[in-house]
């Protein structure tokens, strides 16, 4: 325990490099480790670190899941702000445009770097599954022109924005890195949360018609000393 307390101590974050540990829930997994580095040899070191940490024989692994921060290809433009802030008759010329236009670009600035370099919540429960964008006959995701899958993505986005203050969602892209293509980490105070969020998104047409999903994870964040404890080590 004292060893894996000092991995953890060691990087504390809140942004990479980063360990986080986990109790799993609902017999897939007993233990789960978030790791963050920059670089893909300190991620390699880090996950040698938290293994070391456990007595000989202690760690079976049966699920790993490796992928990169990136910005959406969907990412907002400056344009896109000013459509946004159109549609409540907000344009150029308009009293409240340049201030309400340079607070969306300050938020916009924000998302582009937190999806970049996330400081991920210390929140009690955490999720994780894979997903793909499905490639069947007609649903084809990436036969779809980019502006069709833009607007999709903007809907989606919109679903998920409702949740704000209940769920804080990170995405990372596995394309060629792993056998999915992004993976989906949620952290939540509150199981339900995690359950409405991914309910709700179904009936997206992004997720309804174009969505393939992976197997789920459900976690409880334990710091080692209640980890320890919690698995009677």
Not at 92 to 120: I, S, W
Not at 176 to 205: C, N, P, S
Request: glycine share 6%.
């Amino acid at each position: 325990m004292a060893r894996l307390e000092a991995v953890c101590s060691t990087f504390p974050g809140p942004a990479a490099p980063r360990l986080l540990t986990y109790a799993g829930v609902g017999g897939k997994a007993d233990v789960a480790l978030l790791l963050f580095a920059a670089e893909l040899q300190d991620l390699s070191i880090l996950q040698r670190k938290a293994e070391q940490a456990f007595p000989p024989g202690t760690l079976v692994p049966v699920y790993s899941y490796l992928s990169v921060t990136e910005l959406p290809e969907y990412v907002a433009t400056d344009d896109d702000l000013k459509a946004i802030l159109a549609r409540d008759a907000v344009v150029p010329g308009h009293p409240q445009f340049e201030e309400r236009f340079a607070a969306a670009q300050k938020r916009n600035t924000e998302y582009q770097h937190y999806r970049l370099y996330p400081e991920v919540e210390n929140w009690e429960i955490m999720c994780f599954y894979p997903m793909n964008k499905k490639r069947s006959g007609t649903d084809n995701w990436y036969s779809l022109d980019f502006e069709t899958r833009k607007k999709l993505m903007a809907s989606h986005a919109r679903t998920g924005r409702k949740y704000s203050g209940r769920i804080s969602q990170l995405i990372t892209g596995s394309a060629g890195i792993d056998d999915w293509e992004w993976g989906v980490t949620l952290m939540a105070h509150q199981l339900d949360a995690i359950k409405e969020i991914v309910y709700e998104m179904r009936f997206d047409e992004v997720s309804a018609r174009f969505g393939e999903f992976g197997p789920f994870y459900i976690n409880l964040r334990l710091p080692p000393t209640e980890l320890w404890s919690h698995l009677g080590l």
